[in-house]
């Protein structure tokens, strides 16, 4: 018998999703990776992009290379929708495959 909390420790430390491979469940497993997968990677690809966007400005003279000046330009940045929707995806797929790893029982055989 796999420990549940062993379960929920891979799906917290490791990626969402992790914990119900260990546990056999494979189907809601690709579930919770798939759906984090996507979530993360629309808000990495954004987050990238603005680093790069502000890296340029910096080498470019646009912004002084100075902590509160550079704090300055990416909180005037806009986030589309798109991207704080994708941050809401991931946090929810990560805490519920947590959850679904503690608090689902098995099927029965």
Known sequence: MKSKFVAALLSALVFPGVGQYYLGRRQRAWLF???????????????????N?????????????D?????AQIAKAP????????????????VGSVLEALLVKPPLR
């Open 33 to 51: 990776i798939v759906v984090a997968a996507v979530g993360g990677l629309l808000y990495l690809n954004h987050a990238l992009g603005q680093a």
């Open 53 to 65: 966007e502000l890296a340029d400005q910096v080498l470019s003279g646009r912004v002084a290379l």
């Open 67 to 71: 902590p509160a000046a550079i704090e």
């Open 79 to 94: 986030t589309p929708l798109s991207v704080s929707i994708s941050g809401v995806v991931f946090v929810v797929s990560w």
